[in-house]
């Protein structure tokens, strides 16, 4: 098998051991004479692989009984509509912090069914900080607090949990769940899609605290009524199942790799050398301030962006693919999920040294 260091930012790398193990069980799982593609979603097998898939990730999060682990389709993006619908009631405000475009895409779908308050933005120093708490203008009367705790393409992330005043707090985790351990007991919500830090597209999790549940806007479509999903396992109807096994084997990888101490340990480790090569040189730039920075995606610059073209072309020879920046932002953003080798950064590390001396 060969490998490329893949630094796109979703759909993602996957862990090399991961694939070669679904590789291996691709046609024929565990004896059954079937692919797990091929299999009813009611039958023994696949119930106990989605079984141990919710009990692994409850472990890695510490999820407790209190929540409902939730595995939908959609993406991130049909969550921003779902949150709403479930979690409105009779009110009619909503408070949200925009931090970037994923926040932005949160609000305008949100506002489709609430009137949204933008408690704090950044958005006037084009998403380069995250707005300080004490300047929050927070409603007492919304039904939520919705933030994105890592922007994906500015590549800004929360360091700290926000303080919700007793309102439930949602986050849209997509590009950072399980690349730290976090307190769920302090969240209402927590949903991400699957394409970035757990697995293959066409999944979507959902972990919901339940007294949030079971109380939808009329019209709801019931497959994203929570306690619809819930009520039924998540298998209300047929639900994205070779995905559903393959956040599995991630999961079991972190486990067996330590869970998310390590994981915290070593995307920390790796962020921070990224930042300090780009920080060192004149040539490079991140745009992003120093206590906000992202440990999963982490944009940059160079000095002349009629270099880009060259960087990118060189750095796809040496094995180091899909480094350009959302076009909203352009130059380069390398995400580095938890699936990608340390062994990448330091090598792309290496490239843009050797760039720099031949360029700058
Ligand atoms: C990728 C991403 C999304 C969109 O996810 P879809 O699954 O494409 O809907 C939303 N929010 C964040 C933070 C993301 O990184």
Known sequence: MSRCFNFSAGPAMLPTEVLQQAQTEMSDFNDSGMSVMEMSHRGKIFMDIAAQAEADLRELLNISDDYAVLFMQGGASAQFAAIPMNILGNKTQVDYINTGAWSKKAIAEAKRFAEVNVAASSEDTKFSHIPDYSDWNLN????????????????????????????????????????????????????????????????????????????????????????????????????PTYSWY???????????????????????RKADKLYAAIDQSDFYQNPVQVDCRSWMNIPFTLADANLDKLFLEQADKRGLKTLKGHRSVGGMRASIYNAMPEEGVDTLISFMQTFEKENG
């Open 246 to 268: 393959l956040a599995g084997l991630v999961f079991d990888w972190i486990k067996k790799r330590g869970g998310l101490d390590a994981m915290s340990e070593i995307n920390k």
């Open 140 to 239: 007492n009367d919304a039904a939520y607090l919705h933030y994105t705790p890592n922007e994906t393409i500015g590549g800004v992330e929360f360091h700290w949990v926000p303080e919700s005043n007793g309102v439930p707090l949602i986050a849209d985790m997509s590009s950072t769940i399980l690349s730290r351990p976090i307190d769920v007991s302090k969240f209402g919500i927590i949903y991400a899609g699957a394409q970035k830090n757990i697995g293959p597209a066409g999944l979507t999790i959902a972990i919901v605290r339940k007294d949030l549940m079971g109380n939808t806007i009329k019209n709801t479509p019931s497959v994203f009524d929570y306690k619809n999903v819930a009520d039924n396992d998540s298998m209300a109807n047929t639900p």
